[in-house]
Nanobody, 125 residues
Framework: VQLQASGGGLVQTGGSLRLSCAASGRMSSNYVMGWFRQAPGKEREFVAAIRWSAGFTYYADSVKGRFTISRDNAKKTVFLQMNSLEPEDTAVYYC???????????????????WGQGTQVTVSS
C-alpha cells in the first residue's frame, strides 16, 4: 500500500487544519491507518488511528477532544481534522498503514508497514 499525505501548513494558535492521506493498492479487511507526528529533537509519537473496516478510532491523550480521525472508504482516504491547535502540536505529521494490528500495539510505530511522506504542521503562538 502506498500512502500520500497532504494538508499541512501554518496556522495560529486555536486554529484548525485538516490532513489527508490517500492510499493506493490493496488494503486488507483488517487494515489500520494511523497518524504519527515528530517534532524536532523528539521521538515519533502516535496521534490517532482508525480500523478501516469497523471504523473504530484511537487517540493519544494529548489530542483527545481536539482531533478527529475519519475515513472515506470509496476514496481510500483517511483524514485528520485538527481543531484548537496549540504550538505543542507543531511537528511533521506522517500517515501510516498496517494489517492485523492488535489494540495493544496500535500506538506503536513498529506495527505499521507503510508510511507516507511527512507533512509539516506549524502552529504559531
Amino acid at each position: 500500500v502506498q500512502l500520500q499525505a497532504s494538508g499541512g501548513g501554518l496556522v495560529q494558535t486555536g486554529g484548525s487544519l485538516r490532513l489527508s492521506c490517500a492510499a493506493s493498492g490493496r488494503m486488507s479487511s483488517n487494515y489500520v491507518m494511523g497518524w504519527f507526528r515528530q517534532a524536532p529533537g523528539k521521538e515519533r509519537e502516535f496521534v490517532a488511528a482508525i480500523r478501516w473496516s469497523a471504523g473504530f478510532t484511537y487517540y493519544a491523550d494529548s489530542v483527545k477532544g481536539r482531533f478527529t480521525i475519519s475515513r472515506d472508504n470509496a476514496k481510500k482516504t483517511v483524514f485528520l481534522q485538527m481543531n484548537s491547535l496549540e504550538p505543542e502540536d507543531t511537528a511533521v505529521y506522517y500517515c501510516a498503514g498496517g494489517s492485523t494490528i492488535i489494540v495493544t500495539s496500535i500506538m506503536s510505530a513498529n506495527s505499521y508497514s507503510s508510511w507516507g511522506q511527512g507533512t509539516q504542521v506549524t502552529v504559531s503562538s
